[in-house]
């Protein structure tokens, strides 16, 4: 029995080693491919850029990845490790300073006349602790439009949207007065809370100002006196989420909305006449600020790991935050570019300059170490929506809110001031 | 007249309510996948205008391989379902028929790590397979194969247990007989007991196989490239968009891909209520 | 039958084994090989055990109960086993968002970010080439200034203008003494690039792209020996503090970034008792988690049994009733949560419509955990209506005639008999959907996403959240996430899932079958 099994197993093995012999090897990835991660609209958008020209990069292979949503890419990029890992992503701004204290990015050195290309605050969304980890690709904005066939003349404060709202509700049958179609109750929505009196945080010389914080009470009696009818519940005007904002618009039933200036087109392709400016204040002249962040191609620390940083770094300088590079790829993309050299393309569409006029209009950096930080409870992020909700939906106290609402962003900014 | 009503027509109301209740989320699918706009909304019950745009779009439009990704759904789903019906009901046929030493703390150990909340492991999962990834790509994390591989280790505990209660039905005689006629227990297993339980199989199968065409956490995480996707993610992205929700395309692809499976399952529906009624839960 | 048997008896089936086995053995064995060259032991490790378990269980002739287990344990092993060990490991590590990677890729990363540029950030376009010697060098060019020099590791040597070749922008392309190594060969082998080419006094020159030279000096230095991390600059040291990080000898809260995934043994379960802004919400969401459950559960049950047994009679249009009612649940539910999703929305619900209302369903907390039931009913119902009915069923007609004869009412009949009955048929089932729902991510990850949640006031927790999406929302949440934590409460919530569900087996008996 047992010479017999023996026998049997010396067969096998040699089948085995036959087998083995004959199929070569998995094969692994040629040396010299840099591995890009994108969403599924930046995705395939870069992959027609690198079919038009691959060669970027000299005796580099360029391969782009999409993932299904972009919450996919976070997700998988949260997961990366040095083996299946990106040496480069396409991503948000605020992702820098988690993944750079992960140890998931690797810096990037540019030349003077490289960063000459860019306004430098855009550099403050991209770094962590005094390093840079990627560049600027294109610019997130949003401006406020307003439907010229309801609205005769542009408002020139927060006040005179209200008034419109009150005075021709019933008669073109408003569904809102102001909502938010692009970015968000938190990012798209701070040009509002802005108008009234609440910014995330306020730039002085170019540097974040850690002594001034927005006044609660101010921004609560704002909110009152605009959003809030005589019984404390909303007036309508404002409503808390962002759900419906565009297909209201477009159907005439809102009169202003803030949008994105990736969504432009969808707006253009209705035949809609509509102008772009900041959402005012509530101060005549005065408009409230707004991110004006930027996308990222983001180095890893995984290139390295893949003997491709050397590569992936030239992509970076060669391609994304090249004007050749960011004019070809904004030609599918259609968003504002972020290099000077690109913005001022005749390519680049009239959509894509009246956003990056906007947005010079009243811009300000977006600071992710002090956005995305939780020490005060809450990020920027969820905190945001929160007091909308707390206010407009669940009809609490706009003063008491308020003060929550300073104290958080106050302290994540003053916490995340190591951070930058 | 008025015995019909005191007896079935209280149940005919309740029925109706009920079925009203069920079909309602259904017939507003169906309303949005015609409909022109994005938005899931409700203006009113009947529809105003039939707009075929949206079907139009999953077959038409080169950024949505809808046709690939129910392949792949297919693909995966089949594979685990099948696979894991022939591993898993030669395990339950052991537990149910054979005697061996630690038996009964073999089935108790199953039964303790198919509780694991799954979904936490997917951390580790995720470890394993970059690791497999290193040596072998084509099994490894992104791949098909890899994702297949991890779903059958998931099924196979339910799996067992879900087939041993079907095994324990079958009358033991069956295969006493066959053992007087001197089969070995392999044989007894494919010839008297797989015959037998081929409708039981393929109800199990059945369950894994729409068990895995729902699930879409790991797959999303597994399943990069665009034509590799499964339909649960490939729908999914519609409406989870950084910047909008696109229900109109997601609801007409949700009714394609529906529909296989309810013709399936209503077809097999005798046999999945006894399936049911022996030990499983939907996942 | 005889033919048949042929297949499982004599030289036939064990050709048939033995070419099956030879197959899979190759694959493994390539697999093994590959795997030990890449380095992954334990994997190869666990692919040489299950192919010698493979062989000797298929060959042997005294292994038979294995021959049925063995593909099965082999995958359960891979898949489920060895994840759960593994989170088990990870629960007692200090692994979160600044403490992913390893200790050794750590330590490479602090030297590689421990570097400070020149006062005035000074880069040069490069060429990278090599010296007559072999050596590798860089030709850089300061163009508007005209300073031109070749640099290896341990030498600069600087050139004139007249020394060199310079293309259209000023940038050198040729020096005597250095030959140009071609780009494409460059991008096969990036080892050119580790080189710190001499500069001056501490500065050398780090390559920053294939033509971009940067002048930088190294400010943090990694001593083996005491496992220290010196800035060379201010003469500051950290220490290994034990939980991930080098900190400051003198200011524990002065770290640097990056971490490391550090053992901490118990310290995540301690988290779970003793830190209140953990506690807190894991007790409220816990009561939660058995509420809904429960809840649940009865809801779906006392529909679907009301169902069973209005249905339980021959008429009209039962076929079609029946049909009707199990759509719910052979319809995928993912793609059903994700449209109940969008029904309860505020505006533009069909929910709202439908009763004229204008409830803003998940922002209020007793408006979404009805919501959360209300949607689960619908996917449920139909499960506990096919179980009943086939319960009903299964109770003997005899038994109902017997006590009908003995002029018992409906009524009674049902009390005493049919319900008992079938209870006890039901009980395990309905535990079984206990555990299932005290576990449902998709239903409450894809409806609610745990919220809402009063985030102002300082919650972390959802009103809806169950432990699993609130686990799943520490362990993979978008700004930080914390995998030890997660974890330690997943182990947590297996002993709670095992207590359950032993309950419920000991309760149906059925393990007393394997005595």
């Avoid at chain 1, 669940?394 to 302290?411: C, D, Q, S, T």
Wanted: aromatic residues 12%.
């Amino acid at each position: 029995m047992n010479r017999r099994i023996l026998g049997l197993l010396g067969l096998l093995t040699s089948a085995a080693l036959v087998t083995s012999l004959a199929v070569v090897p998995g094969a692994q990835a040629a040396g010299g491919t840099i591995v890009v991660w994108a969403d599924e609209t930046r995705g395939p958008n870069l992959q027609k850029v690198m079919d038009a020209k691959s060669d970027w990069v000299p005796g580099y292979t360029i391969k782009i990845v999409t993932y299904s949503s972009f919450d996919a890419l976070k997700a998988a990029f949260d997961k990366a490790t040095g083996t299946t890992g990106p040496d480069v992503v396409v991503a948000a701004n605020d992702w820098v300073p988690t993944a750079a204290k992960s140890g998931k990015l690797a810096p990037v050195t540019l030349t003077g006349s490289q960063k000459a290309q860019f306004n430098p605050t855009q550099f403050f969304d991209l770094s962590y602790q005094g390093k840079l980890y990627g560049v600027p690709v294109d610019i997130n904005n949003v401006a406020m439009i307003y439907n010229t066939a309801l609205v005769k003349t542009a408002p020139k404060k927060f006040g005179d949207m209200v008034d419109f709202y009150k005075a021709n509700k019933s008669a073109d049958g408003l569904k809102a007065g102001l909502c938010i179609a692009g970015g968000g109750m938190s990012w798209g929505a701070h040009s509002v809370f802005s108008a009234l009196g609440a910014d995330a945080y306020y730039m002085a010389g170019g540097r974040p100002n850690y002594h001034k914080f927005f006044n609660s009470a101010t921004f609560a009696s704002n909110v009152k006196t605009y959003l809030l009818g005589p019984d404390g519940k909303s007036n309508g005007f404002f409503p808390a989420t962002d759900t419906g904002c565009k297909d209201n618009f477009l159907a005439g039933k809102v009169p202003f909305a803030v949008i994105g200036n990736w969504e432009w087109k969808d707006y253009v392709a209705k035949g809609f006449d509509m102008n772009l400016m900041p959402v005012p204040s509530v101060n005549a002249g005065q408009n409230g600020a707004m991110f004006g962040s930027v996308s990222g191609a983001l180095l890893t620390s995984f290139a390295d790991t893949h003997g491709v940083a050397t590569g992936a770094k030239s992509l970076l300088t060669n391609f994304f935050a090249s004007t050749a590079g960011q004019v070809a790829y904004q030609k599918f993309e259609g968003r504002p570019p972020a290099a000077k050299g690109a913005q001022a393309d005749a390519s680049v569409s009239a959509g894509q300059k009246g956003f990056g006029t906007a947005a010079s209009l009243s811009g300000i950096p977006q600071i992710g170490a002090f956005l995305n930080s939780n020490a005060g409870g809450a990020s920027y992020w969820d905190s945001a929506p929160a007091y909308w909700t707390a206010v407009l939906v669940n009809g609490k106290n706009p003063v008491v809110e308020a003060k929550k609402l300073a104290a958080i962003w106050r302290k994540n900014m003053l916490v995340g001031k190591s951070d930058l | 007249m008025k015995k019909w009503a005191r007896t079935n027509l209280w149940r005919h109301v309740i029925s109706l309510g009920m079925c009203a209740f069920a079909l309602f989320p259904l017939y507003l699918v169906i309303l949005s996948s015609f409909s022109q706009t994005g938005s899931l909304q409700l203006t009113s019950f009947a529809p105003s205008a039939i707009s075929w745009r949206n079907y139009k779009l999953l077959f038409n439009s080169p950024a949505i391989p809808y046709l690939t990704w129910m392949k792949n759904s297919l693909v995966v789903a089949g594979t685990v379902a099948i696979v894991s019906v022939i591993v898993g009901g030669a395990s339950a046929f052991a537990f149910s028929r054979l005697k061996f030493r630690g038996k009964k703390l073999g089935i108790q150990l199953l039964l303790l790590v198919q509780m694991f909340p799954a979904i936490l492991a997917i951390a580790a999962v995720y470890v394993i397979m970059e690791r497999v990834y290193r040596f072998a790509p084509r099994v490894g994390l992104g791949t098909q194969a890899g994702l297949i591989l991890v779903y059958l280790g998931g099924a196979m505990g339910v799996n067992i247990w879900l087939l041993k209660g079907f095994v324990d039905s079958i009358p033991i005689e069956l295969d006493e007989a066959a053992k007087i006629d001197g089969a070995s227990p392999v044989q007894t297993y494919w010839l008297i007991f797989v015959p037998l339980a081929t409708p039981v199989l393929a109800v199990v199968a059945l369950m894994s196989f729409i068990g895995t065409f729902n699930e879409f956490i790991l797959a999303r995480l597994f399943l990069v490239d665009m034509g590799n996707r499964t339909i649960a993610v490939g729908l999914q992205a519609f409406i989870a968009g950084q910047y909008s929700r696109n229900w109109g395309p997601f609801a007409a692809g949700s009714i394609l891909a529906s529909i296989p499976i309810v013709i399936i399952f209503l077809s097999l529906q005798k046999y999945i209520i006894g399936g049911l009624t022996a030990g499983s839960v939907k996942g | 039958m005889a033919t048949v048997n042929m297949l499982f008896r004599g030289k036939f089936a064990l050709i048939t084994k033995l070419i099956v086995l030879s197959g899979i053995s190759a694959i493994l064995v390539l697999l093994i090989e590959s795997a030990l060259a890449k380095k992954e032991y334990t994997i190869a490790l666990f692919l040489a055990a299950s192919l010698a378990a493979l062989c000797y269980t298929y060959l042997s002739a005294r292994t038979v109960p294995m021959k049925f287990f063995l593909p099965g344990l082999l995958l359960l092993f891979a898949f489920v086993v060895a994840p759960i060990v593994y989170t088990v490991v990870m629960s007692n590590y200090n692994y979160k968002t600044g403490n992913i990677i390893s200790k050794q890729e750590a330590i490479t990363q602090i030297k590689g970010l421990g570097v400070e540029p020149d006062a005035n950030g000074t880069t040069f376009d490069i060429v990278v080439g090599k010296t007559s010697t072999g050596e590798y060098a860089i030709l850089a060019s300061d163009s508007p200034n005209h300073v031109y020099f070749v640099s290896t590791a341990t030498k600069k040597t600087d050139l004139l203008p007249s020394q060199v070749t310079l293309n259209a922008d000023g940038v050198a392309t040729a020096a005597p003494n250095f030959t140009v190594v071609p780009e494409a060969q460059l991008a096969g082998n990036e080892d050119y690039a580790k080189i710190n080419f001499a500069y001056a006094d501490k500065y050398f020159v780090s390559v920053q792209g294939l033509n971009v030279g940067a002048v930088f000096r190294q400010s943090l230095k990694y001593n083996p020996a005491s496992d220290t991390v010196v800035n060379l600059i201010d003469g500051k040291i950290y220490k290994d503090n034990g939980r991930g990080n080098y900190a400051n000898v003198n200011d524990s809260a002065d770290i640097l970034q990056p971490g490391w995934r550090a053992t901490n043994w118990f310290a995540n379960y301690g988290k779970l008792f003793s830190d209140p802004l953990v506690r807190g919400p894991l007790f409220r969401v816990f009561i939660w988690t058995v509420a809904f459950a429960f809840l649940t559960v009865l809801s779906s049950f006392a529909f679907g049994l009301l169902l069973a047994l209005t249905l339980n009679k021959p008429m009209r249009g039962r076929r079609f009733y029946r049909g009707v009612l199990v759509l719910p649940y052979a319809i995928p539910s993912v793609m059903s949560i994700l449209i109940w999703g969008g029904m309860f929305d505020t505006e533009f619900g069909a929910i709202n419509h439908l009763l004229g209302t204008h409830i803003a369903w998940f922002q209020n907390a007793s408006f979404a955990r009805t919501a959360v039931i209300l949607v689960n009913l619908w996917l449920a119902f139909p499960y506990f209506y096919l179980i009943s009915s086939g319960a009903l069923q299964a109770i003997p007609s005899e038994l109902l005639e017997a006590a009908a004869i003995d002029g018992a009412n409906p009524r009674q009949i049902f009390k005493k008999i049919t319900l008992p009955l079938l209870m006890q048929i039901l009980t395990p089932l309905l535990i079984a959907s206990f555990a299932f729902n005290f576990n449902n991510f998709n239903l409450i990850f894809l409806l609610t996403g745990g919220g809402p949640k009063d985030l102002l006031g300082g919650q972390i927790a959802g009103a809806t959240d169950i432990l699993i999406s609130y686990t799943y929302q520490i362990a993979f949440g978008s700004n930080t996430q914390d995998l030890g934590l997660a974890s330690s409460i997943s182990v947590i919530i297996f002993f709670i899932i095992a207590g359950i569900s032993l309950y419920g087996l000991r309760k149906s008996k059925v393990l007393e079958t394997f005595g």
